[in-house]
């Protein structure tokens, strides 16, 4: 059984500028969620995909968006990158909208 | 919106004693799912509760959903050293239009010495 993995590990940006987040969700499970985890913080909400479809989202500007491929793989994007949005971005599949998480090892996103 | 709210948010404990954490939501939840995260990693799913009054074990581990489903407990019995890391409870709320979404609490950090 394969885990949810995410790439990259680390990435460095300057303000202002976009990036991509792209995670594989595990075997089996056609639901991805995102997270945002500030230094000392509980993960964040930020949306999830079931099926190629956006299926709640947290309180984030609409700047933060995602994907969801056919084959369940997911990407987030932020664009004009703040500083505020240095965090570790999380990803996490389930089988269904509300069954247990699991997650990715995050990606740790440093805008400077 | 709904708040999750976790404490204490820290406990330092010496090795063979009791831990507890309390999480406490702002509405009435449809269930609720506690994690342990540890130094540098990601979030490990641990249990879900979903019955009112719901108590599970794993272990050394006791997990209780309150009667209102507001409301959830971890207790640890005989801490180990591997018992250290980030509790953290996620609550998915009960009527909500975004069923997908669980708001975590703020998570206890738990340190044992040996």
């Known amino acids: 059984e394969t885990g949810v993995t995410q790439s990259p590990t680390h990435l460095i940006k300057t303000r202002g500028q976009q990036v991509t987040l792209r995670c594989s969700s595990q075997?089996?499970?056609?639901?991805v969620s995102w997270y945002q985890q500030a230094l000392g913080q509980g993960p964040q909400f930020i949306f999830q995909?079931?099926?190629?479809?956006?299926?709640g989202r947290g309180n984030f500007p609409p700047r933060f968006s995602g994907l969801q491929f056919p084959n369940y793989s997911s990407e987030l994007n932020v664009n004009a990158l703040e500083l505020d949005d240095s965090a570790l971005y999380l990803c996490?599949?389930?089988?269904?909208?509300?069954?247990?998480?699991?997650f990715g090892n995050g990606t740790r996103l440093t805008v400077t | 919106g709904q708040q999750v709210m976790q404490i204490p948010q820290y406990q330092h404990v010496q090795e063979g004693e009791d831990f507890t954490t309390y999480c406490n939501s702002s509405?009435?939840?449809?269930?609720i799912q506690w994690y342990k995260q540890r130094p540098g990693g990601h979030p490990v799913f641990l249990i879900q509760?979903?019955?009112?009054?719901e108590v599970k074990k794993q272990k050394r581990l006791t997990f209780q959903f309150g009667e209102a489903k507001k409301n959830s407990s971890l207790h640890i019995t005989a801490t180990q050293t591997t018992d250290v890391g980030t509790y953290f409870c996620?609550?998915?709320?009960?009527?909500?239009?975004?069923?997908?979404?669980?708001?975590f609490g703020q998570g206890t950090i738990l340190t044992v010495h040996p």
């Open positions: 075997s089996g499970h056609n639901t």
């Open positions: 996490a599949s389930s089988l269904w909208g509300g069954s247990p998480l699991h």
């Open positions: 509760l979903v019955k009112s009054g």
């Open positions: 509405t009435t939840l449809s269930n």
């Open positions: 996620a609550g998915n709320n009960a009527g909500g239009t975004s069923y997908g979404k669980l708001t």
């Open positions: 995909y079931y099926r190629e479809e956006e299926n």
